[in-house]
């Protein structure tokens, strides 16, 4: 249960042992709870009392444990982890040059976070293309851009509403069904991420390398006319097989 904010497995399973019982335990029952060896049962015991996740005392001669309750042990990671992230904020990283190394990542959470953060720090345009369900989730954000004087130029797929006009929409039809999810973003015209998903997940590549910036930005509007393009003469290119089927095949 801990181990995701940091605590070893033993650490976890001594937690879980002392607040899933109604009275204190001794080191023999924990042991038996928790599956954690005796032999280090008071190593763990003694780590869990120093970060004040359990409680120690003497009863007849005898020490029992109980845990820290739930609540406030919330309480106590929660207040914990926003001082790391206002220790994070007070670092002074110090810019640097034009950096045209393509630099790749992975994790969809690491992405978005990545993306998130370039688009609070543009300062003079934003060009991004994305689905419409993570496109909404960004809008405030985005909207907050365009409203303070900066350029945001949109392209998603499947509907939103926005007051951006800038604003290009692909509602996907039969035949789009095939169509594989991807990120663009451009911000400033100076850098770039390109998502796609691969094999096991989302992957990324990020670069401030003007040949690509410039390739990224004409796939931009590569799209935007696209989209437009099938908008106006849905019809006429639905009835031409052969066109229809080549448009379909297009990434976008």
């Given at each position: 249960?801990?181990?995701?904010?940091?605590?070893?497995?033993?650490?976890?399973?001594?937690?879980?042992?002392?607040?899933?019982?109604?009275?204190?335990?001794?080191?023999?029952?924990?042991?038996?709870r928790s599956g954690v060896p005796r032999s280090k049962v008071y190593e763990?015991?003694?780590?869990?009392?120093?970060?004040?996740?359990?409680?120690?005392?003497?009863?007849?001669?005898?020490?029992?444990?109980?845990?820290?309750?739930?609540?406030?042990?919330?309480?106590?990671?929660?207040?914990?982890?926003?001082?790391?992230?206002?220790?994070?904020?007070?670092?002074?990283?110090?810019?640097?040059?034009?950096?045209?190394?393509?630099?790749?990542?992975?994790?969809?959470?690491?992405?978005?976070?990545?993306?998130?953060?370039?688009?609070?720090?543009?300062?003079?345009?934003?060009?991004?293309?994305?689905?419409?369900?993570?496109?909404?989730?960004?809008?405030?954000?985005?909207?907050?851009?365009?409203?303070?004087?900066?350029?945001?130029?949109?392209?998603?797929?499947?509907?939103?509403?926005?007051?951006?006009?800038?604003?290009?929409?692909?509602?996907?039809?039969?035949?789009?069904?095939?169509?594989?999810?991807?990120?663009?973003?451009?911000?400033?015209?100076?850098?770039?991420?390109?998502?796609?998903?691969?094999?096991?997940?989302?992957?990324?590549?990020?670069?401030?390398?003007?040949?690509?910036?410039?390739?990224?930005?004409?796939?931009?509007?590569?799209?935007?006319?696209?989209?437009?393009?099938?908008?106006?003469?849905?019809?006429?290119?639905?009835?031409?097989?052969?066109?229809?089927?080549?448009?379909?095949?297009?990434?976008?």
């Amino acid at each position: 249960m801990l181990q995701q904010f940091g605590f070893t497995q033993y650490e976890s399973q001594v937690y879980t042992s002392l607040i899933t019982v109604s009275q204190p335990l001794d080191a023999t029952a924990i042991v038996k709870r928790s599956g954690v060896p005796r032999s280090k049962v008071y190593e763990v015991i003694t780590k869990l009392i120093e970060k004040g996740l359990v409680l120690e005392a003497f009863v007849e001669k005898k020490r029992q444990y109980t845990g820290l309750p739930m609540e406030a042990l919330i309480e106590k990671l929660t207040t914990n982890f926003e001082a790391n992230i206002e220790e994070l904020k007070n670092i002074e990283v110090e810019e640097m040059e034009v950096d045209d190394r393509v630099w790749t990542l992975r994790e969809d959470q690491s992405i978005l976070s990545i993306m998130k953060d370039l688009m609070e720090g543009a300062k003079q345009s934003i060009h991004l293309s994305l689905w419409a369900d993570e496109m909404k989730a960004l809008l405030p954000l985005l909207e907050e851009v365009y409203n303070s004087g900066r350029e945001v130029h949109l392209h998603a797929v499947g509907s939103i509403q926005t007051v951006i006009p800038n604003t290009s929409v692909l509602i996907p039809t039969q035949g789009h069904d095939s169509l594989e999810r991807s990120r663009i973003l451009i911000v400033d015209e100076k850098e770039m991420i390109f998502a796609g998903i691969e094999e096991h997940g989302w992957q990324a590549i990020r670069t401030q390398s003007k040949p690509l910036v410039t390739f990224f930005t004409e796939f931009f509007y590569h799209d935007v006319v696209l989209t437009k393009i099938t908008q106006r003469y849905h019809e006429l290119i639905m009835k031409d097989e052969e066109v229809r089927d080549m448009l379909l095949k297009l990434k976008y």
